[in-house]
């Protein structure tokens, strides 16, 4: 599955879910394509999607582009069949798009798969989310597959594995991946095909793939938040919901 259908859940295209908002935006000049989503994209929030701040600076002050409605479905009915039914959620018509769409915009506020906290955190505030968001939104995290590149420095430890996840775990993702250049895998190996809160369950047993993962129990505010989202999926899916909306 690729992670290209909707931004920051490009996400429930699958990977990543987390990405739904990023392709509102009209292509500007043809780019590469994406391929399967291995960093953690922080939301464009509606404040300001896709840098319109610069945008009202070269097109009429009257010009507004808005989302056609039947855009917007498909990121909900993937949510919805992905959850079971469980996330289901409208979209507020009427919000102003971006103009243009670059990979090197997404780029420069796109951390890393071994990203830490501080990291994650500053941007996603950047884009009007609380660490509370940020680690609601990371419960994508559940579907989607992502390449043995994006964590092997994580699993090639001599003669072992990192120190924060679980052995087993990390040696059967050693034998799938031999190399940097291994095939994908899937993020959440106990319901790959579920957007469910096994997220969280699976960060507490170490049972992770990138430390931008695991950088959410190394703090106690956000160590917090993981066993909350573990213990009770339909709280979680509420404020997955919340957030998704105010994603826009």
Not at 195 to 224: C, E, H, M, P
Request: glycine share 8%.
């Amino acid at each position: 599955m690729k992670s290209t259908c909707m931004m920051i859940l490009h996400l429930l295209h699958v990977p990543g879910l987390r990405r739904f908002g990023s392709h509102r935006r009209e292509p500007s000049q043809p780019g590469p394509g994406e391929g399967v989503a291995v960093e953690r994209r922080p939301p464009r929030a509606g404040g300001d999607p896709g840098g319109q701040a610069a945008a009202r600076e070269r097109v009429p002050r009257d010009r507004v582009l808005r989302r056609h409605p039947r855009l917007r479905r498909p990121r909900r009915v993937r949510s919805n069949v992905l959850s079971s039914g469980a996330i289901d959620y409208g979209v507020p018509s009427g919000r102003r798009d971006g103009l243009t769409s670059a990979a090197s915009d997404d780029s420069r506020s796109l951390p890393p798969p071994f990203a830490r906290l501080d990291r994650l955190t500053e941007l996603f505030a950047a884009k009007g989310f609380t660490q509370d968001e940020l680690v609601t939104l990371s419960g994508a995290h559940s579907v989607g597959r992502a390449h043995c590149a994006s964590f092997s420095h994580r699993i090639h430890i001599h003669p072992t594995v990192s120190e924060t996840m679980d052995a087993q775990y990390g040696a059967g993702l050693q034998q799938r991946c031999p190399t940097d250049a291994g095939d994908a895998v899937d993020q959440d190996q106990a319901t790959p095909a579920d957007l469910d809160n096994q997220y969280y369950r699976n960060l507490l047993a170490g049972k992770v793939l990138f430390r931008s993962d695991w950088a959410l129990i190394s703090d106690n505010t956000t160590s917090q938040m993981v066993p909350d989202n573990a213990g009770n999926q339909a709280q979680w899916a509420a404020k997955f919901v919340d957030a998704m909306r105010k994603m826009g």
